[in-house]
């Protein structure tokens, strides 16, 4: 279970009682590594997370100083690129990254997710970056994310930044498909919730979850 303070943490830790931080999805998936389902290695870093990024990168400070009347932050850009993962967050994703990589740099896809402050999970704002190796480039694809949901909706932006948005991002170790799919717990097309859809190919599918 998370700690009142824990940013980042081996998925497989995670219970429900964590949704707050993580969302369902993440829960479900630690569920799945609980019961020993062949399931990737993998670390989340939570909402907690989030927030410390943003509080020890002076992007919150930033935002304070340069809102406009309408909530709406002038030249975020800018400052999203001139900043890196903080330190005191740098050195757990470090930490994590080892204990699932092992001895030689492992390729890892990062997943991530918007929650609201209640920890559920906004549908309509994923984003996925596949095939990340070394702590280096997964620091610098941690930022991108961050930097790209915050900046999707200038009308949004500003909610990151006053607590009622939160993006949580799940690390998984890369795997070598033989198949690989999506399964849906409603049916697509018909919204029938009785009926499971499953899409698969050969080898690895790009929009694979």
């Known amino acids: 279970?998370?700690?009142?303070?824990?940013?980042?943490?081996?998925?497989?830790?995670?219970?429900?009682?964590?949704?707050?931080?993580?969302?369902k999805s993440i829960c479900i998936l630690a569920k799945f590594?609980?019961?020993?389902?062949?399931?990737?290695?993998?670390?989340?870093?939570?909402?907690?997370?989030?927030?410390?990024?943003?509080?020890?990168?002076d992007l919150k400070k930033y935002y304070e100083n340069s809102k406009n009347r309408d909530g709406h932050i002038e030249g975020l850009e800018n400052a999203f690129n001139a900043t890196e993962v903080?330190?005191?967050?740098?050195?757990?994703?470090?930490?994590?990254?080892?204990?699932?990589s092992g001895f030689t740099d492992a390729y890892v896809n990062a997943r991530a997710f918007v929650l609201?402050?209640?920890?559920?999970?906004?549908?309509?704002?994923?984003?996925?970056?596949?095939?990340?190796?070394?702590?280096?480039?997964l620091a610098k694809t941690i930022c991108e994310i961050y930097k790209n949901i915050v900046l999707e909706n200038q009308d949004t932006s500003h909610l990151f930044f006053t607590g009622q948005l939160q993006i949580v991002i799940a690390?998984?170790?890369?795997?070598?498909?033989?198949?690989?799919?999506?399964?849906?717990?409603?049916?697509?097309?018909?919204?029938d919730k009785t009926k499971l859809v499953i899409e698969a190919v050969y080898g690895l599918e790009s929009g694979a979850e």
């Open 1 to 23: 279970m998370i700690s009142n303070n824990k940013v980042v943490d081996l998925i497989q830790n995670i219970s429900l009682s964590d949704k707050k931080y993580v969302g």
């Open 33 to 57: 590594a609980q019961e020993r389902l062949p399931i990737p290695n993998g670390f989340v870093i939570t909402g907690l997370g989030f927030n410390q990024f943003l509080d020890f990168s």
């Open 86 to 100: 903080p330190g005191i967050l740098r050195k757990e994703i470090s930490n994590f990254y080892s204990k699932i």
């Open 116 to 137: 609201d402050n209640e920890g559920n999970e906004l549908e309509q704002k994923k984003f996925t970056s596949y095939d990340i190796r070394g702590e280096v480039n």
């Open 171 to 191: 690390i998984e170790k890369s795997v070598q498909s033989e198949a690989s799919g999506t399964m849906y717990t409603t049916d697509i097309v018909t919204k």
